[in-house]
């Protein structure tokens, strides 16, 4: 970045700090990735410069015809990719495709039925603070408190109740499968539209480690961030008879512009997810997962649900004494990020909280493996005994450190 250098000397230290915090920590934050260099030099190239309103062959701006090329290749891949019929992958975030959806299925002041904020959903989903929940009437399932699952058939009771015109399903701190299948089926028993949200597990459903709700679910939202190892972004699929609704939604009902340097990006996450290198590491992300979630066990943290079926854990902090903002600092003194995170029977605020989340997509980017995990899990359960001890948090800072050097980033670049 020599010429940012030139020009913004101040963004341009900030930007190579947090390239070190990067390179020389661990991030564990389940909703994080390390994308690959194509997505990089994609998402940065020559075309945000240009204004692409509309849709391919229908702009209101001249000299769009490489825009209209790039987002109709994004399209084709991810319809490709999940056997989806239909995608707009316009919208800047998970939140603005789940927002097209409400636009294009529901009238405000309609029911919404979603998972509990707090019990692993999203704002998105109807919570009281988000437009979700303040343009519509949202009212909110969550997890059997004793097994800390979903209970498929409490939800199909509580639909039959509420009578929602649409059901959301998918979750952002769930550590289990979800039944796609089951939650259409309640949509389609109470006649209501059902939307999943696999921002998080996008890219295990596209790889087929976790089932996919296309095919089950009247529309499919997601972000290409997380497991899908995109650029930041969002899209949405849906069946043919939706394809103008949806993107009458997005533009011109929600956004203008198009962001056409994410949307390249957008296509080269696409299809590097096709490939079987993309479905190997898959793969490695649920098996660290696991591991990660049987060290952490054998050290007596407890786990919301007892284990883990995807990329990331919830960790119950409460038998520790600490809350979930106590051990976040903590492990970042010790250079491994996590965020703090709500559970099941929450008794603290969600600026406090009584957990942790961690998850392992963007480690297994990086190369790590079983035996890493291993490691990881036992810095995460010393650190968690000994919150205050900051001898201990510079000394596995240091040891974090040692590890991260072994799996740079951009091994090409180092």
């Known amino acids: 970045m020599s010429y940012l250098e030139t020009t913004d000397p101040e963004i341009a230290a900030i930007i190579d700090k947090e390239t070190n915090r990067q390179i020389n920590g661990l991030e564990l934050i389940a909703s994080e990735n390390v994308v690959s260099r194509a997505v990089l030099e994609a998402s940065g190239s020559i075309m945000t410069n240009k204004y692409a309103e509309g849709y391919p062959g229908k702009r209101y701006y001249g000299g769009c015809e490489f825009h209209d090329m790039a987002e109709n290749l994004a399209r084709d891949r991810v319809c490709s990719l999940f056997g989806a019929e239909h995608a707009n992958v316009q919208p800047h975030s998970g939140s603005q495709a789940n927002m ?40 909110q399932y969550g997890v ?81 961030h997380k497991t899908l190892r995109g650029p930041r972004g969002g899209f949405i699929l849906c069946d043919k008879e939706w394809a103008a609704p949806i993107d009458k939604s997005v533009f011109p009902g929600m956004q203008g512009g198009p962001l056409m340097h994410i949307i390249s990006a957008k296509a080269v996450c696409f299809k590097e997810a096709s490939t ?6 898959s793969q490695q992300v649920v098996k660290n997962s696991r591991v990660l ?81 291993k490691q990881i899990g036992e810095w995460i359960s010393s650190i968690i005994r000994e919150s205050k001890n900051t001898t201990l948090q510079e000394k596995v800072r240091e040891e974090v450190k040692s590890l991260a050097s072994k799996y740079p980033l951009y091994p090409d670049l180092s």
């Open 276 to 281: 079987k290198e993309f479905v190997k590491y």
């Open 144 to 224: 059997d408190l004793k097994t800390e699952r979903m209970d498929y058939g409490s939800i199909a009771e509580m639909a039959r109740k509420v009578k929602p015109k649409i059901i959301v399903c998918g979750a952002s701190a769930y550590p289990r499968e979800i039944d796609f299948k089951a939650f259409a089926e309640i949509a389609n028993e109470v006649d209501a539209y059902c939307m999943a949200d696999i921002a998080h597990i996008a890219g295990l459903c596209a790889t087929g480690i976790h089932p996919t709700p296309v095919g089950h679910t009247t529309f499919t939202t997601s972000t290409t």
């Open 293 to 373: 979630a049987d060290t952490l066990q054998s050290n007596n943290v407890r786990l919301v649900s007892g284990g883990t079926d995807n990329h990331l854990c919830l960790l119950d902090l409460t038998n520790f004494g600490i809350t979930g903002l106590e051990a976040e600092q903590a492990l970042g003194n010790a250079g491994i990020t996590v965020n703090k995170n709500t559970i099941p029977n929450e008794t603290k605020s969600p600026f406090v909280t009584s957990g942790l989340r961690v998850g392992t997509p963007a480690v297994t980017s990086r190369g790590m493996k079983e035996s890493e995990m």
């Open 100 to 139: 097209a959806v409400y636009f294009s299925a529901i009238k405000p002041g309609d029911k919404i039925l979603s998972m509990n904020l707090s019990q692993g959903g999203h704002l998105s989903h109807g919570s009281p603070v988000n437009f979700s929940g303040i343009i519509y009437e949202s009212h």
